[in-house]
């Protein structure tokens, strides 16, 4: 069967490449980097100076995946293992393929702002900031981001609060926590710019698709049992355990590659009897 994410599985192997390709190169020179991250990275000076691909190269590049810094791109990529599975399913992989895309420009303008800002808004001053940035956090906070728009009542364990937060008020929080720590000398090595770009680019995004896509069935409000589906609840009851099987096997695959639709009494009953419609 078809994998249920395609996109999001192929963003995390890419990813995974990538880091495994960066410690190769490094293995002879330590301290050193390799030639694929001098190449990959974003910095202002780099893009004036003609390397236009950075702002995309950049995303598929995490810090060096050594020591602390390990946690760098397995924080990422274990974010979007848990958040892109149904923001692809409710989106479809096409569309979140951009999101993703678009989510990561946001976040490299978003640097670029901030770096030309503190240039004192000078072409020049900007040119001489070789300030480097790397990592895929700006386009996975823009799946966070949509999933929230999404799912906003979802519940998120979120260290260090020993409690679940609401999926809006989590991402909330974590945009002014962004802002504030902008201005933190001592973080300044953190992209909180970018992540506030990723963030409002997911937003904007999953708000402007919202009317496009149904809303999941699984997620939609119960209703009272009519006559109709009371007889479909019964058909259904008395289905061998083979033939029940079969056909929650082809709805839930149908519903996973994000074909949602109005259900039907029978389909809806197939749901409740395997638990997963109230």
């Known amino acids: 069967m078809k994998h249920p994410s395609p996109v ?10 990538v880091a495994l390709l960066d410690v190769l190169l490094t293995l002879n020179r330590p301290g050193q980097d390799s030639w694929i991250r001098s190449m990959l990275a974003l910095s202002p000076a780099n893009l004036l100076d003609g390397a236009w691909w950075e702002p995309i190269t950049y995303m598929w590049l995490h ?37 993703y895309l678009l989510g990561g420009l946001s976040a490299a303008a978003a640097f670029l702002g901030q770096a030309w800002w503190q240039s004192g808004l000078s072409l020049a001053g900007l040119h ?16 966070v981001a949509a999933f929230a728009l999404y799912y906003p009542e979802a519940r998120l364990f979120i260290f260090p ?5 609401r999926a809006r008020k989590a991402v909330g ?18 992209g909180h710019s970018a992540h506030i770009g990723g963030l409002i680019a997911g937003y904007l995004l999953a708000r402007l698709w919202r009317r496009d896509i149904p809303q999941p069935p699984i997620l939609a409000k119960p209703v009272r049992m009519g006559m109709e589906a009371a007889a479909a609840a019964l058909v259904v009851a008395d289905m061998s355990e083979a033939d029940f099987r079969k056909e929650l096997r082809k709805l839930l695959d149908e519903l996973g590659h994000g074909r949602w639709r109005p259900l039907d009494p029978r389909e809806r009953a197939i749901l409740r009897r395997a638990h997963l419609l109230v």
């Open 8 to 17: 999001t599985r192929s963003i995390i192997i890419g990813n995974v490449v």
């Open 63 to 99: 810090a060096p995946p050594v020591g602390f810094w390990v946690t760098h791109i397995l924080f990422n990529m274990m974010t979007l293992s848990i958040f892109g599975g149904p923001v692809e399913a409710r989106l479809g992989s096409r569309r979140f393929a951009l999101l």
């Open 128 to 143: 001489a900031h070789t300030q480097e940035i790397v990592g895929a956090s700006g386009a996975v906070l823009a799946v």
């Open 161 to 165: 609060f020993p409690f679940p937060v």
């Open 173 to 190: 929080f974590f945009i002014v926590l962004s802002v504030v720590f902008m201005f933190v000398p001592s973080l300044s090595f953190i």
